[in-house]
Every structure is written in structure tokens, then in C-alpha cells.
């Protein structure tokens, strides 16, 4: 079956650095979309990307779809502690059906 | 908040009994999907109804089952618990069947602790 990684599990940043976490799949993907879960929180949705090789920006946010459509990548730059929480990415394939597969998530902890 | 209401906010109970949470999803959304989310783990798809019927199956135990009622409110039951199926329980919600086509919008969650 299709299954989705994010690698890392999790990303220790100093406040005003960048990262990336990225999204891997085991199958070629339709679509894939991003959330956020802060802590406590439920995950609300960021983006989703459709296109090979698309790339959106949100504000400190670049998301990227890769050429063959089975990665995706989240970049942040100038991290504040805004951006602490949770990032999933969740993909659609027809390997799995109608229906999302997530990624286990990317844990964000920022040292001010 | 996004718009989808999940009740109730918090669940105690015993293993082996019976549980029903609710779901109400976002006004004209006619999809709504099942999560759970064990402790610090990832979203697993339990399931989705589409209008009324059910469009796709996750992980979901046969233990667990829902519905889809005509106001397009849910119901997730889980009977004969056990300690494992302890995580917090996610309603989200789209305005159509597919389930990755759409932005999901998710509940507020119903927090389950089987003792």
C-alpha cells in the first residue's frame, strides 16, 4: 500500500534560523497538502501543491512538489516561535484508494 | 475555528464498554472523515461517509463503525475498548467526496481515555 514519510521527526531550530522537513511516498502522487498541529491544537490546513515541480510561497513558508510527484518539501526561514508545532503532509495516490494518505509528521520546537 | 463541532471535548470510560462521539461537520460540507491520533503519532484514517454513505476505509477495527445521518452529522461508535484504542479522535470535513482533492477541515477533537 502507499505509504508516506516525513523526515525529520523532529527539528530542534534556534528562533531566526532556516529548515526544511521533507515528504517522501512510496507511490506517485495526485496531489499532496500540507498541515499544521499546534500543540493541543487540531491540524489546520496550509496548502496543497498538484502540479510536478510546483512551488508556492506562504509569507516565510516555501512548499515544493517534486518533478516525479512523489516527495514534497516544506522550507521555513527566519523561524519564530510562531512556527512551533506540527507539520504533516498528506497525499493523495491512487495506490491507496479515494482517500489521504499523512505523513507521521514533523515536530517543530524553536529555542528562542 | 474551523467551523466543524465535535462533542464530546473529553471521554473516560472503562475497558470493554461502548462509546459514541459526535460529529458535526461545516456547513455545506457534504464529506466527513475519521482520525485517530495516538500520542505524539501521526493522523490515521479510520474512515469517510460522503452524503450519507460511506466512500472509504481506512484502518478502521471492526470493533468501530459509523454513520452518516441525513443532516450530514456523524457518529463514530467504538465498543469493547481496550486500553490501546486511549487517543484523541478527529472529525474532519470537505465539500465534496474525494478525499485529497479538497482541503480538510478538522474538528477540535474528542480526547478518549480507556482506564
Known amino acids: 500500500g502507499q505509504q508516506v514519510m516525513q523526515i525529520p521527526q523532529y527539528q530542534h531550530v534556534q528562533e531566526g534560523e532556516d529548515f526544511t522537513t521533507y515528504c517522501n511516498s512510496s507511490?506517485?502522487?495526485?496531489?499532496i497538502q500540507w498541515y499544521k498541529q499546534r500543540p493541543g491544537g487540531h491540524p489546520v490546513f496550509l496548502i496543497q501543491?498538484?502540479?510536478?515541480?510546483e512551488v508556492k510561497k506562504q509569507k516565510r513558508l516555501t512548499f515544493q512538489f517534486g518533478e516525479a510527484k512523489k516527495n514534497s518539501s516544506l522550507h521555513i526561514t527566519a523561524t519564530q516561535t510562531t512556527d512551533v508545532g506540527t507539520y504533516f503532509c498528506a497525499g493523495l495516490g491512487w495506490a491507496a484508494g479515494n482517500k489521504l494518505t499523512f505523513g507521521g509528521g514533523t515536530r517543530v520546537l524553536v529555542k528562542p | 475555528d474551523s467551523g466543524v463541532t465535535q462533542t464530546p471535548k473529553h471521554l473516560i470510560t472503562a475497558t470493554g464498554q461502548r462509546v459514541t462521539l459526535r460529529c458535526s461537520p461545516r456547513s455545506g460540507d457534504l464529506s466527513v472523515y475519521w482520525y485517530q491520533q495516538s500520542l505524539d503519532q501521526g493522523l490515521q484514517f479510520l474512515i469517510q461517509y460522503y452524503n450519507g454513505e460511506e466512500r472509504a476505509k481506512g484502518n478502521i477495527l471492526e470493533r468501530f463503525s459509523a454513520q452518516q445521518f441525513p443532516d450530514l452529522h456523524s457518529e463514530l461508535n467504538l465498543s469493547s475498548l481496550e486500553l490501546g484504542d486511549s487517543a484523541l479522535y478527529f472529525c474532519?470535513?470537505?465539500?465534496?467526496?474525494?478525499?485529497?482533492?479538497?482541503?480538510?477541515?478538522f474538528g477540535p477533537g474528542t480526547r478518549l481515555t480507556v482506564l
Open positions: 507511490t506517485t502522487l495526485s496531489n
Open positions: 474532519a470535513s470537505s465539500v465534496a467526496g474525494t478525499g485529497g482533492m479538497y482541503e480538510q477541515f
Open positions: 501543491l498538484v502540479k510536478s515541480g
